[in-house]
């Protein structure tokens, strides 16, 4: 059974940054594509990064530029970077094992002064 923690989350100011941190148990991390996403109040889900087990990135437009997913499969981490944070960039934020479609509890992210 995949499970997937997130942490790191908390309240920022504008133009601050936060790093979040997913850990990952119960598959094969280091070959499976890994992802993060974010959910506002009254938006959907949406994507802001994701990661393959070969390293290949993608970003959503909304993030690209200050947003930086890598990972760290000795720890079977995966992690999240944003600078520069918007007070459009609060939302609670997902970790996704995207092969096994399986997803964390989520952690919230605030931007406000």
């Known amino acids: 059974q995949v499970q997937l923690v997130e942490s790191g989350g908390g309240l920022v100011q504008p133009g601050g940054s936060l790093r979040l941190s997913c850990l990952a148990s119960g598959s094969i991390f280091d070959i499976n594509a890994m992802a993060w996403y974010r959910q506002a109040p009254g938006e959907q889900r949406e994507l802001v990064a994701s990661?393959?087990?070969?390293?290949?990135?993608n970003y959503a437009d909304s993030v690209q530029d200050r947003c930086t997913i890598s990972r760290d499969n000795g720890k079977n981490t995966v992690y999240r970077q944003m600078n520069s944070l918007k007070p459009e960039d609060a939302a609670v934020y997902y970790c996704?094992?995207?092969?096994?479609?399986?997803w964390g509890q989520g952690t919230q992210v605030t931007v406000s002064s």
């Open positions: 996704v094992d995207m092969w096994y479609d399986a």
């Open positions: 990661i393959t087990g070969d390293g290949r990135l």
